[in-house]
């Protein structure tokens, strides 16, 4: 929801969106968008198994990123989109590795290491249990907020900062004044582990998503188009050293090689409420917020779109200047 032409602005957000999976095996922006993987490769006796092939591809849109293992049997993997994933590892003289379902979310680096058994390649060996989510490269703490939580969880007026609050260091700031009226209407001064009410770094897939003149919030999207975010509430990497406080850093919605959508609306209407005992009338707000996403393939594996929209339309009569004060009786 954005009072300022909402058409216009999450259009060029869902154009930023479209272009950035245009290039998905080529840049990545901003390190912080995105997660990693790292790992050591061994064979049956635990030593180090060099020159094997490690693939991890990407389930929803079939995008694959590859190395090769060093002499010690590492691997890194960066700069990979979050989402779901398979990990592949193949080597010469051993079985085929595969482990499915490996869900990472944004700024997450985490280690899977692969014990590798004896056998034709041909063969494969697929590990069912869930891959260890551990961060062991990164000693900030965070909380990520997923697509369902941002859906689900009531929000009046959808705004998506509130869900800030959900981290267990953040916190509206007392006496908040930051947020004048020359920002968004929905910039929002949080403190986020004890710091300034203005000393959050906000990242949006990315890019730099602060106010240059009052250090608070742009806007998000709204929630059917974000994919999640997460908020990183101390030890901050030197990367993010933009504000002392904590990070918020949110990721959009994407197209993948299936055709997927929505369409939705909100009602708030005081007809459907209890009228305040002291009010005269009932409330004369009337809000509807209506649209939908769509994002597909354009070219499958390789060019994929991503747009949505959402409207707001507001009823209400000027403020009320009677009030009635009760007697003691």
Known sequence: MIRVDPAKLFTTLAL?????????????????????VAGTV?????????GAQVTMTQSQTGAVRATISDQGGRYVLPG??????????????????QHPNIVLTVAQ?????????????SQT?????????????DNSIAQVVDQRRINDLPLNGRQATQLILLSGAATPAPGGDMATSKNFFSS?????????????????????????????NL????????????????????RNGLHPGGVVNVVTASGTNAIHGDLFEYLRN???????????????????????????????????????YQGTYVRTNPPQKIAFVPTQA
């Open 16 to 36: 930023a969106t479209a272009l950035g999976s245009v290039s998905v095996g080529v840049s990545y922006g901003q390190a912080v968008a995105v997660a990693s």
């Open 42 to 50: 061994t064979d049956p006796s635990g030593s180090p198994l060099p």
């Open 80 to 97: 990979l989109p979050v989402g779901p994933y398979t990990l592949s590892v193949s080597a010469k003289g051993f079985k085929t590795y």
């Open 109 to 121: 680096n985490i280690t899977i290491n692969v014990g590798m058994q004896l056998g034709e390649v």
């Open 125 to 137: 060996v697929e590990v069912s249990a869930q891959a260890s989510m551990v961060e062991t490269k």
């Open 188 to 216: 929002v001064t949080y403190s986020v582990a004890g710091g300034q009410a203005n000393g959050t770094n906000y990242y949006l897939d990315g890019g730099d998503n602060n106010d240059t003149m009052t250090n608070v």
């Open 219 to 238: 806007p998000f999207p709204f929630p059917d188009a974000l994919q999640e975010f997460n908020v990183e509430t101390n030890s901050l990497p030197a």
């Open 270 to 308: 005081g007809d459907v409420n209890a009228r305040n005992y002291f009010a005269p009338v009932h409330d004369s707000l009337k809000r509807n917020q209506y649209g939908g996403t769509v994002g597909g393939a354009i070219v499958k594996d390789k060019l994929f779109y991503f747009g949505g």
